[in-house]
């Protein structure tokens, strides 16, 4: 039977109008939501992504500014800014886009941020939070696919789930998450002889690498699920993540389809934080 597929795009609607209810609550009480993304520089990928995220604000009914600066703004600068979004109860979460120029530190940058607003994750005190198994803001793209993984019933304790990738924004909150949800967790990357070994075994495998056809069908153990986070471009140009699609899908229980995918559960999982964020000025 060919695997079940997982809807980002569906889960995400139905997350999205969870957080729109949410957000009409808490602005009856007086207080809306609010999210701040900044960009420096003209990366037209990047000037995508933004648009994207201030458009999913006002469809869930989310404040949000979008502050946009030249290549040419300075380090202390976007600091200087940063620290006045900190202190702008208006807004409960910032983002700022990255890559930034070069000129400017991104650690920094991140490190500047609030941790009470870092809605990224990014900060090493949110990572140590993760680490630790604190309350605090998860990374949005490992926060969404294990939702991707939650929406299938599938029980995590005691599954083999292996993660491909360990960047610090994918990998490694990814299998902190699966550790957390008492899952057995293998780390696999680059310096990995044999991926194949690992995956064979896994429950669950999430592929975080950024090169397609990075799992095939000789690499997966029938029923798995299968989440995939890759972005790439096939030799149509067409977007494809790390998995093959055609080969995988009739052996593995459930595949997430690129796009439609983790993509969307992304940019939701930011309006989540911004929520809650707000929700925490509350209590
Ligand atoms: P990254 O920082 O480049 O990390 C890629 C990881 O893959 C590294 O840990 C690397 O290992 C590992 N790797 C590279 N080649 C490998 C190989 N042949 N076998 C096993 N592991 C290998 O990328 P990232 O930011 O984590 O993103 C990964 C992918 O997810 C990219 O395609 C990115 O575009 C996509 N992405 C999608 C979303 C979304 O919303 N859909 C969000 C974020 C990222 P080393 O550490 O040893 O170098």
Redesign the pocket.
Known sequence: MPAQLISGTALSQRIRADVARRTAALAARGIKPGLAVVLVGDDPASAVYVRNKVKACAEAGLHSVLERYDASLSEADLLARIRALNADPAIHGILVQMPLPRHINPQRVIETISTAKDVDGYSVQSAGDLMAGLPGFRPC?PFGCMKLIESTGIDLRGKHAVV????N???KPMALLLLQAHATVTI?????PD?GVHTRQADVVVA????RN?VTADMVKPGAVIID????RNDDGKLCG?VDFAGVSPLAGWITPVPGG??P??ITMLLVNTLESAERTTI
């Open positions: 793209t491909i990738g360990r960047s924004t994918v990998g696999c990357h680059s310096a990995t991926l975080a690498v950024g090169r990075t986070v890759g972005m790439n790390d983790v993509g559960m992304t």
